[in-house]
């Protein structure tokens, strides 16, 4: 009867270890894990592979010749908005994550900032 009772309490500490390994392995993945992102930028939808443990930084930097919009004109939206010092992992990024991107190309800013040309009839 000793062996029966052994045997009882075996099976759930493996199943307990094998939950808690399993669980370790979703909040840990591999330090050089790559996520797919789903980027919409404007009517633009993109597929981006990025580092889990690169910053948002790292990723608007990777956006930037796909969207041609520089990185610090960028707003990356994941469950709110992204500070660029935080890594995907710790925003909780998983693979097939939308990422939402806002921001203006350097030429939509200049063509708003560009002075009227017009002559304007002086006074007098």
């Keep these: 009867m000793g062996n029966s009772d052994e045997t009882e309490v075996s099976p759930p500490l493996a199943e307990s270890e094998a939950a808690a390994q399993g669980a370790s392995a979703k909040e840990e993945p591999p330090a050089s894990a790559e996520v797919t992102l789903n980027i919409v930028y404007k009517k633009q939808k993109l597929q981006v592979q990025a580092a889990l443990d690169g910053t948002v930084e790292t990723l608007k930097k990777q956006l930037h010749?796909?969207?041609?919009?520089?990185?610090?004109?960028?707003?990356?939206?994941?469950?709110?908005l992204a500070r660029d010092d935080k890594t995907?992992?710790?925003?909780?990024?998983?693979?097939?994550?939308?990422?939402?991107?806002?921001?203006?190309?350097?030429?939509?800013?200049l063509s708003v900032a560009k002075p009227d040309t017009k002559v304007r009839g002086g006074r007098g």
């Design 65 to 80: 010749p796909l969207i041609e919009v520089p990185p610090s004109m960028q707003k990356v939206m994941i469950r709110g």
């Design 88 to 109: 995907l992992r710790q925003l909780g990024v998983t693979s097939g994550a939308k990422v939402m991107v806002v921001g203006s190309t350097l030429n939509d800013v």
